[in-house]
Protein backbone atom coordinates (compact mmCIF):
# COMPACT_ATOMS: atom_id res chain seq x y z
CA UNK A 1 0.00 0.00 0.00
CA UNK A 2 1.14 3.25 -0.98
CA UNK A 3 0.44 7.46 -1.00
CA UNK A 4 -0.02 9.06 -4.08
CA UNK A 5 0.25 12.25 -4.35
CA UNK A 6 -0.56 14.07 -7.67
CA UNK A 7 0.65 17.69 -7.41
CA UNK A 8 -0.31 20.71 -10.00
CA UNK A 9 2.85 23.04 -10.14
CA UNK A 10 2.20 26.53 -8.71
CA UNK A 11 1.30 30.20 -10.26
CA UNK A 12 4.13 30.71 -13.38
CA UNK A 13 4.82 33.49 -15.49
CA UNK A 14 2.25 33.76 -17.98
CA UNK A 15 5.24 33.21 -21.06
CA UNK A 16 8.98 32.89 -21.79
CA UNK A 17 10.46 33.49 -24.98
CA UNK A 18 12.21 30.36 -24.96
CA UNK A 19 9.02 28.64 -25.00
CA UNK A 20 6.09 26.99 -22.33
CA UNK A 21 8.60 24.26 -21.43
CA UNK A 22 11.04 27.08 -20.12
CA UNK A 23 7.93 29.14 -18.46
CA UNK A 24 9.16 29.90 -14.29
CA UNK A 25 7.23 29.86 -10.98
CA UNK A 26 5.64 33.52 -10.37
CA UNK A 27 6.61 34.76 -6.63
CA UNK A 28 3.11 34.07 -5.52
CA UNK A 29 3.75 30.52 -6.63
CA UNK A 30 7.17 30.17 -4.83
CA UNK A 31 5.03 30.85 -1.74
CA UNK A 32 2.13 28.85 -2.53
CA UNK A 33 4.25 25.82 -3.23
CA UNK A 34 6.01 26.47 0.31
CA UNK A 35 2.74 26.90 1.96
CA UNK A 36 1.09 23.62 0.13
CA UNK A 37 4.81 21.58 1.18
CA UNK A 38 3.90 22.75 4.61
CA UNK A 39 0.73 21.23 4.02
CA UNK A 40 1.73 18.08 3.07
CA UNK A 41 4.10 17.85 6.08
CA UNK A 42 1.70 18.54 8.34
CA UNK A 43 -0.35 16.06 7.23
CA UNK A 44 2.86 13.50 7.04
CA UNK A 45 2.87 13.20 3.36
CA UNK A 46 6.27 13.96 2.87
CA UNK A 47 7.61 11.99 -0.02
CA UNK A 48 10.03 8.76 0.07
CA UNK A 49 10.24 9.42 -3.81
CA UNK A 50 9.20 12.09 -6.75
CA UNK A 51 8.40 11.81 -9.93
CA UNK A 52 8.70 15.43 -11.74
CA UNK A 53 8.28 16.80 -15.04
CA UNK A 54 11.45 18.67 -16.51
CA UNK A 55 9.51 21.96 -16.96
CA UNK A 56 11.60 24.44 -15.10
CA UNK A 57 8.14 25.47 -13.48
CA UNK A 58 7.50 21.64 -11.88
CA UNK A 59 11.19 21.68 -10.80
CA UNK A 60 10.79 25.22 -8.79
CA UNK A 61 7.50 24.21 -7.55
CA UNK A 62 9.00 20.79 -5.90
CA UNK A 63 12.08 23.02 -4.96
CA UNK A 64 9.54 25.40 -2.78
CA UNK A 65 7.28 22.44 -1.81
CA UNK A 66 10.31 21.20 -0.21
CA UNK A 67 11.55 24.24 1.40
CA UNK A 68 7.60 24.88 2.92
CA UNK A 69 7.97 21.60 3.91
CA UNK A 70 11.22 22.33 6.32
CA UNK A 71 12.54 18.67 4.61
CA UNK A 72 15.89 18.34 5.90
CA UNK A 73 16.61 14.76 4.58
CA UNK A 74 17.73 14.47 0.69
CA UNK A 75 14.87 12.79 -1.57
CA UNK A 76 15.48 11.23 -4.18
CA UNK A 77 13.48 12.72 -7.55
CA UNK A 78 13.45 11.50 -10.96
CA UNK A 79 13.03 13.87 -13.26
CA UNK A 80 10.55 13.06 -16.68
CA UNK A 81 9.58 14.43 -19.55
CA UNK A 82 6.54 11.68 -19.82
CA UNK A 83 4.65 13.36 -17.19
CA UNK A 84 5.25 16.98 -19.43
CA UNK A 85 4.31 15.25 -23.09
CA UNK A 86 3.14 12.00 -21.74
CA UNK A 87 -0.66 12.53 -20.45
CA UNK A 88 -2.38 10.84 -18.02
CA UNK A 89 -0.71 7.03 -19.92
CA UNK A 90 2.74 8.61 -19.56
CA UNK A 91 2.25 9.53 -15.73
CA UNK A 92 0.97 6.16 -15.09
CA UNK A 93 4.33 4.65 -17.12
CA UNK A 94 6.45 6.77 -14.65
CA UNK A 95 4.65 5.88 -11.49
CA UNK A 96 5.02 1.62 -12.94
CA UNK A 97 8.30 2.02 -12.51
CA UNK A 98 8.87 3.08 -8.86
CA UNK A 99 10.43 0.77 -6.61
CA UNK A 100 7.70 -1.17 -4.39
CA UNK A 101 9.67 0.29 -1.49
CA UNK A 102 8.61 3.72 -1.84
CA UNK A 103 5.18 4.62 0.99
CA UNK A 104 4.73 8.26 -0.44
CA UNK A 105 5.07 9.29 -3.71
CA UNK A 106 4.60 12.77 -5.73
CA UNK A 107 4.15 13.30 -9.25
CA UNK A 108 4.87 17.30 -9.83
CA UNK A 109 2.92 17.96 -13.28
CA UNK A 110 0.57 20.09 -15.40
CA UNK A 111 -3.16 20.14 -15.56
CA UNK A 112 -5.57 18.73 -16.89
CA UNK A 113 -2.95 15.82 -16.82
CA UNK A 114 -2.87 15.75 -12.87
CA UNK A 115 -6.42 16.31 -12.14
CA UNK A 116 -7.88 13.61 -14.83
CA UNK A 117 -5.10 11.41 -13.20
CA UNK A 118 -6.35 11.34 -9.75
CA UNK A 119 -10.18 10.84 -11.41
CA UNK A 120 -8.97 8.33 -13.41
CA UNK A 121 -7.34 6.04 -10.48
CA UNK A 122 -10.30 6.96 -8.45
CA UNK A 123 -12.96 4.25 -8.04
CA UNK A 124 -16.06 6.45 -8.45
CA UNK A 125 -18.05 5.36 -5.84
CA UNK A 126 -15.60 6.37 -3.23
CA UNK A 127 -15.10 9.78 -3.72
CA UNK A 128 -16.68 12.12 -1.42
CA UNK A 129 -19.02 14.68 -3.26
CA UNK A 130 -16.84 17.60 -2.16
CA UNK A 131 -13.57 16.49 -3.88
CA UNK A 132 -15.44 15.26 -7.01
CA UNK A 133 -17.04 18.33 -6.95
CA UNK A 134 -13.35 19.95 -6.28
CA UNK A 135 -11.75 17.66 -9.18
CA UNK A 136 -14.13 17.46 -11.71
CA UNK A 137 -13.37 21.76 -12.24
CA UNK A 138 -9.64 20.68 -12.25
CA UNK A 139 -6.80 21.93 -10.47
CA UNK A 140 -5.67 25.11 -9.48
CA UNK A 141 -2.07 26.16 -9.04
CA UNK A 142 -0.85 24.07 -5.95
CA UNK A 143 -2.76 22.30 -5.42
CA UNK A 144 -2.46 18.23 -4.53
CA UNK A 145 -5.04 15.01 -4.42
CA UNK A 146 -4.09 12.25 -2.05
CA UNK A 147 -4.54 8.81 -3.69
CA UNK A 148 -4.18 5.50 -1.33
CA UNK A 149 -3.30 2.60 -3.30
CA UNK A 150 -3.49 -1.20 -2.34
CA UNK A 151 -1.79 -2.25 -5.24
CA UNK A 152 1.85 -2.58 -5.79
CA UNK A 153 2.95 0.46 -8.03
CA UNK A 154 3.52 -1.88 -11.09
CA UNK A 155 0.12 -2.48 -10.50
CA UNK A 156 -1.26 1.02 -10.46
CA UNK A 157 -4.84 1.72 -13.31
CA UNK A 158 -7.89 3.39 -13.50
CA UNK A 159 -10.14 2.56 -10.73
CA UNK A 160 -7.54 0.92 -8.37
CA UNK A 161 -7.34 3.99 -6.05
CA UNK A 162 -9.15 5.76 -3.11
CA UNK A 163 -9.55 9.97 -3.47
CA UNK A 164 -8.45 10.61 -0.20
CA UNK A 165 -8.66 14.70 -0.71
CA UNK A 166 -7.71 17.84 -2.31
CA UNK A 167 -6.02 20.48 -1.59
CA UNK A 168 -5.38 23.87 -2.88
CA UNK A 169 -2.79 26.02 -0.82
CA UNK A 170 -2.33 30.02 -0.74
CA UNK A 171 0.34 31.73 1.01
Known amino acids: MGILVLIRHAKAVD ?4 GDHERALAGRGRRDAAALGAWL ?3 ELLPDLVLVSTATRTRQTLESLLEGAAEGDQVEV ?8 GGTDGVLEAVREVPESTGVLWVVGHEPVMSTTAWDLAEAATVPHEVASNLASGFPTASAAVVSVTDPWVEVGPGRG ?8 RA
Open 41 to 43: ARN
Open 162 to 169: QLVTVHTA
Open 15 to 18: ADPR
Open 78 to 85: WPTRRIYE
